[in-house]
């Protein structure tokens, strides 16, 4: 414990300041004394808790309890006096003296029981540590009731010793269940496999032993240990033939299972022991660096400061010579070639012998930062427009305390602004600067845990199931992970589908010509199989309140495994279809309310959905930053097809992908549904990438590795050599895809400093007029919009004029807006007309020129990023009130509504209870008739439920 707590109290003493940065400068002013006196603290902690696990280990609890009622009186009593006299640093002072005192009586008492501590000496005949096998019997009684006919009547015959019953809580013993490839008999060791160090040499392979069966006694126990009787029955078809070639997945080869020696002359073999007194030699205490290790890790250092020690250099007047590539025309060369020797270093340890897996997790993380970090370390301001308007949905319900779906669409799903704000009042957060600033790079992050849990699903060697995380990892250019709803309700759904793929998959493997693709499911009792299940639920349950289309997506995958009898979860997809079209249709009920064939008039147009979403974001804009545009689109398709090809050389190798296959393509049924705002070819990619990146690593290794000929055919094969060439490609593709808009999606000081402006003048109401090359379409500004009194200020999109002498139509629209309007000229927006529609360079220049020969405008403000006009003279009228509409969610209670809303009340609860017996209650006549009358007594409540949707939205539509 000390050990572990020594580095992380070292470290949050020292890098306090900057760990309390992210909640910005004030809080960490505040709170980095306190935060240093919890990192001493912490270290007096492993003295106390380590005499209080002692005085549990003693059941001397009256001591325990004494103690622990010290702490408490001495830490809240110091509290109350030190608090109002030091602030928040008196809470510290009071933690850390209470602890002091805490470890001056335990550190005496502890020293003594460690020094009074005998050796630990084992008797002869002991188990080893966790092995319960001398607690065996050696034969099993017959049974005492021979008349007995229950259905227990096999648990008391001789049966019981070979273990034929049907076991529902363990898989392995029932005989629907065979074990898929690579599950070893009952009796096998597990094969040793090299230490997943990296850089680190394995210590001298130990002496092994013949296992200690269960139940059986030494004298019994055959010397045949490496297949118990009947195994091979186990094998498919396939299987029988591939054995004979040792190209299955779990060979268990005689040769691999050490076996007893019995005769005289094999035991004369033996060593003896050394005898009492010798001097055994000296052990190292942990194993010894490679010299490849080595190499790759300085190399990855060295790729690092190549990477990061130009690029911090970067200013501000440096970013405003981007051009139509983006961040990565200005990025210096050294930095170009840190980013490769990043994938060269990755690279290379997939082509090592051994997996090294802390050196593959540094690269990968690194990789992560290096490619997400950048503009948040080099851009003065946090990056793109739509985070900081979201700031305003929070700013909104922290001073209201409501939604309200008038103002904007995204009000019917506030469950993430409702969080976020939540979360930011229990924290004491005033300023989302910082949080926006380093959100995306959090999200990414964060998405790798998910990602790994959902490799564990995966029938496939390490080789294949790093790479698939890499390819996910280079192929994150999609650019939703700033702070928004869709950014955190995609972690949500990658959690979604790892709990559901390594957990919730049928056990049920039966061979064919094809092994299977996936894993053995994870061995799990029911309590905990019911707790994931609500993990399950409860994830969906706040996708849904939070944004439009990820709950849909999850919805579909699971149905589609439920389909293809790859989930067992058969309820499930009622259940959460319930759900969505409950909250679709009452609770966002604004949304569609007067324009549904607005909305769902694009239903079932996948032409014309495709089209919007790919070639119709191509159009007009300069010739270099459509390259941004079709680079996006190569890429997209170069990873489909990879994953397509990953499928078909799995096929070749006698595998069958299922599972990766629902999540890859399942996501492109939302072209199905509507154009999403030109945007849904992205966020279909975005769904399908976490299996498309899995199926692209199978591309490159579609064997196992399980055999040691497989593993070595992965080592000499140019597969790593194709995966850097891939991750060449995918490196500099990301660096054009993700930051290629960044002229215009970069937040510029001036403009921050602007908006600042236009709210300390929206009082009563303001409008803020800006340039858009189509008012009707392009709503959506490229400036930090929207962050404070989104009520008060009206953003209205005016047409700007391709000819820059045309000025006239700006005056009119800025006198008509009325009194306390202003039209703002950001350098954001004007990069984008000119990059992405089209507009010459020197527009901006002649504009500002022509409307400052205007005599009825006046200029505002002025800095090097923004120029706002006013009108010379108030225009005539009053400003307005603001009335941002009634607060929702608005729902319309009708009679068949009521009905409805209690019907799916029932519904749901009532669905929710079904699933939740079906996985945690032994199987049985009582399930089974609780299972079958609650799915009757649902029938009627969903044609009621149904019936009530159909109504409202044939009614209010």
């Known amino acids: 414990m000390a050990r572990i707590m020594l580095p992380i109290g070292v470290l949050l003493f020292v890098g306090a300041p900057w760990i309390l940065g992210v909640f910005g400068a004030g809080y960490a002013q505040a709170a980095t004394p306190l935060l240093r006196w919890f990192a001493v603290g912490a270290l007096l902690r492993v003295v106390m808790e380590t005499y209080f696990a002692v005085l549990r280990a003693q059941s001397r609890t009256a001591g325990l309890a004494w103690l622990q009622g010290l702490l408490c009186v001495l830490v809240l009593g110091l509290t109350l006096l030190l608090l109002p006299r030091m602030g928040l640093t008196g809470a510290g002072v009071a933690e850390i003296s209470s602890l002091a005192v805490i470890v001056a009586i335990a550190a005496p008492r502890l020293w003594k029981t460690v020094r009074a501590a005998p050796a630990a000496d084992l008797p002869d005949g002991a188990a080893p540590d966790g092995d319960l096998a001398d607690l065996g019997a050696p034969e099993v009684p017959a049974s005492t009731q021979p008349g007995r006919r229950s259905p227990a009547w096999a648990l008391d015959s001789d049966t019981l010793a070979l273990g034929i019953h049907v076991d529902f809580d363990h898989l392995e013993r029932r005989p629907d269940v065979r074990p898929g490839p690579g599950t070893p008999p009952t009796g096998t060791p597990v094969a040793r496999h090299d230490p997943p160090t990296w ?40 299987e029988a033939s591939l054995l004979k070639e040792a190209e299955v997945d779990a060979p268990f080869e005689e040769s691999l299972v050490p076996e007893a020696p019995t005769a005289p002359e094999e035991a004369a073999a033996v060593p003896a022991e050394d005898p009492p007194g010798t001097a055994a030699p ?143 009042r229990a924290c004491g957060i005033t300023d989302f600067t910082e949080v926006i600033r380093w959100w995306p790079l959090t999200v990414q992050l964060a998405c790798l845990a998910p990602m790994f849990l959902l490799v564990r699903s995966m029938r496939a060697s390490w080789r294949a199931r790093w790479t698939g995380v890499w390819i996910f990892v280079l192929s994150g250019w999609v650019g939703q992970d700033y702070f928004s709803p869709q950014g955190f309700t995609y972690l949500l759904y990658l959690v979604f589908v790892a709990i559901l793929l390594v957990w919730f998959r049928a056990p049920r493997v039966i061979w064919t010509k094809f092994r299977p693709g996936e894993a053995e499911v994870e061995p799990a009792d029911r309590r905990r199989r019911a707790v994931l299940l609500m993990v399950l639920i409860g994830l969906y349950a706040a996708s849904v309140p939070a944004h439009q289309l990820t709950p849909f997506v999850m919805l579909g995958v699971l149905a589609v495994l439920v389909l293809t009898g790859r989930s067992e979860l058969r309820g499930l997809p009622i259940l959460f279809g319930v759900v969505a079209a409950v909250w679709l249709g009452f609770m966002a009920e604004p949304y569609w309310s007067g324009h549904f064939n607005d909305l769902f008039g694009g239903v079932g147009g996948v032409g014309s959905n495709v089209s919007t979403s790919v070639s119709g974001r191509i159009q007009g804009g300069s010739s270099t930053h459509k390259l941004v545009l079709y680079t996006r689109v190569l890429l997209a398709g170069g990873v489909m097809t990879f994953a397509c090809w990953g499928w078909w050389r799995r096929r070749d190798h006698k595998y069958r992908e299922r599972s990766l296959l629902v999540l890859t393509f399942v996501p492109f049924l939302g072209f199905g549904m509507q154009s999403y705002g030109g945007e849904m070819a992205l966020r279909v990619f975005m769904f399908a990438l976490p299996g498309a990146a899995l199926l692209g690593a199978l591309a490159l290794f579609p064997r196992t590795g399980v055999t040691a000929e497989e593993r070595e055919k992965d080592r000499v094969s140019l597969a790593p050599l194709a995966a850097l060439v891939a991750g060449l490609l995918l490196m500099g593709g990301f660096l054009v895809a993700r930051w290629g808009n960044e002229p215009f999606e970069r937040t510029r000081p001036g403009e921050v400093a602007a908006m600042d402006y236009v709210y300390a003048h929206d009082k009563p109401t303001v409008r803020l007029l800006w340039l858009s090359n189509d008012p009707v379409n392009d709503v959506t500004p490229a400036m930090p919009w929207g962050a404070k009194d989104m009520e008060r200020v009206d953003y209205v999109p005016t047409l700007a004029p391709t000819d820059p002498v045309l000025v006239s139509g700006l005056v009119k629209a800025l006198r008509d807006a009325g009194p306390n309007s202003y039209l703002m000229l950001n350098t954001s927006q004007i ?84 699933e939740v017996v079906r996985v945690a209650v032994r199987p049985g006549v009582g399930q089974l008739r609780w299972l079958q009358s609650s799915f009757w007594f649902a029938l009627p409540l969903l044609a009621v439920l149904l019936a009530s949707l159909v109504q409202r939205f044939l009614t209010m539509k």
């Open 199 to 238: 850089a680190l040499r394995p210590r001298p392979p130990e002496a092994p032993g013949p296992p200690v069966e269960m139940g059986v006694p030494p004298a019994g126990r055959s010397r045949d240990w490496g297949r118990e009787p009947g195994a091979e029955a186990s094998l498919g078809p396939a």
């Open 282 to 424: 000296p052990l190292r205490d942990g194993p010894m660096p490679t010299r490849p290790g080595v190499v790759l890790g300085c190399l990855l250092i060295a790729a690092l400061l190549l990477y990061w020690v130009p690029a911090l250099r970067l200013g501000e007047s440096d970013l405003d010579e981007m051009g139509g590539l983006g961040l990565i025309s200005v990025l210096p060369l050294p930095t170009l070639v840190g980013a490769a020797l990043l994938i060269a270093v990755f690279a290379s340890l997939l082509w090592l012998r051994h997996e090294h897996r802390a050196l593959l997790l540094v690269t990968l993380l690194a990789t992560v930062v290096s490619l997400h970090a950048l503009p948040a370390v080099i851009e003065t301001e946090p990056r793109f427009a739509t985070a900081w308007q979201h700031l305003g949905f929070i700013d909104y319900i922290d001073r209201t305390g409501s939604a309200v779906p008038d103002l904007d669409a995204r009000w019917s799903w506030p469950g993430f602004f409702a969080a976020a704000a939540f979360a930011a």
């Open 831 to 914: 990069t984008y007309l000119q990059m992405d529609v089209g507009y010459s360079a020197t527009w901006e220049s002649r504009l500002i020129r022509n409307l400052d020969n205007r005599q009825e405008l006046k200029k505002v403000l002025v800095n090097d990023d923004v120029t706002m006009y006013a009108m010379r003279k108030r225009p005539a009228g009053e400003v307005p009130e603001p009335h941002p509409g009634p607060i929702g969610p608005r729902v319309t209670w009708t009679p068949w509504s009521v009905v409805g809303g209690l019907a799916a009340v029932a519904l749901i609860m009532l669905l929710t209870v079904r």
